[in-house]
């Protein structure tokens, strides 16, 4: 019937019309997915997209960022004040001239660096990574009048150890820093890169660390990085030399590195609690390399 075939055909029509828009919206979702995925990349931070240009990345990692950073660490550095806990302890191993490794944790970086660089504080290498963002780093660091020893992980950092162990032999009263829970982490643990350099030196473990208030910690970062405020109070703590035996079954290194962890730690609350007002006793002799006398008349506490 005509009737039929009229009412077969519209609905076939009304169908491919619902298939159509069907396709149309689904086609318009696609597109919107893309535009958000694409406008989540336009709103991607200035900087971060120049970054992800390697020429650009390298322009300022190698000579935009350094003289910034280095200013910027020499001037924080300079209102920082610092006290010393066991100042003694450095004095005489630098007295020996006797390998020292100066074990730190890597989230100790900043404050420390403002330290070790101080006059009369020694000469010290340090391991930087070999890697792009690396140079900016070893470049401050060089400024600041550390020897560099480049590499961090893997293969490099067994090659960086390698090195400072030829150079702490041939030159003597060259000490070695080194972050004790490596360049990775976990956060705190003690690696065996400090004791495998005390180890073929015939040197000591020296551990240190700080404390500071006001200050930032990125807990974001793997190793909480802490960056001292302006005019900050820093407490550097000095521990016991540790001993390292010629010789070390895996059992023997593994306890050892246990025992440096656990001073490390104990180190780390005596430096909290002396910037918290809770240690009881004098702080240890502080020398005025480290800086000028602090004006508020302490004389256990200085200024950069």
């Known amino acids: 019937m005509p009737g039929d075939r009229t009412k077969a055909g519209l609905a076939e029509a009304g169908q491919a019309e619902a298939g159509r828009a069907e396709a149309g919206l689904a086609g318009v979702g696609q597109v919107k997915a893309g535009q958000v995925e694409d406008g989540s990349a336009k709103k991607r931070p200035f900087l971060r997209r120049v970054l992800r240009f390697k020429p650009a990345r390298r322009f300022l990692l190698r000579r935009v960022i350094p003289p910034i950073g280095l200013a910027l660490i020499r001037s924080l550095g300079w209102s920082w004040r610092y006290r010393v806990l066991h100042r003694e302890r450095l004095d005489e191993l630098q007295a020996t001239k006797r390998p020292t490794v100066a074990g730190f944790f890597h989230g100790r970086t900043f404050p420390l660096l403002g330290f070790m660089s101080g006059r009369g504080n020694g000469r010290w290498m340090v391991m930087c990574s070999k890697s792009l963002d690396g140079d900016a780093m070893a470049t401050i660091e060089q400024r600041l009048g550390f020897e560099v020893i480049r590499g961090s992980s893997g293969t490099d950092g067994l090659q960086a150890i390698i090195d400072m162990i ?108 002396e910037l918290a007002g809770k240690r009881s006793g004098p702080a240890g002799p502080v020398t005025a390399a480290v800086g000028r006398p602090d004006p508020s008349g302490d004389e256990s506490a200085v200024t950069r």
């Open 166 to 273: 030829r150079r702490a032999r041939t030159d003597p009263g060259l000490g070695s820093c080194l972050a004790v829970d490596g360049s990775r982490g976990p956060r705190g643990e003690v690696q065996g890169g400090v004791i495998a350099i005390a180890q073929r030196t015939g040197g000591v473990v020296l551990p240190v660390t700080a404390a500071a208030k006001p200050a930032l910690v990125f807990k974001r970062t793997w190793d909480h990085t802490m960056l001292p405020l302006p005019f900050a109070r820093v407490v550097v703590a000095i521990g016991e030399p540790v001993e390292v035996p010629k010789t070390l079954s895996t059992e023997a290194l593994a306890q050892l590195c246990k025992d440096v962890e656990r001073r490390m730690e104990l180190l780390q609350e005596e430096a909290d609690d």
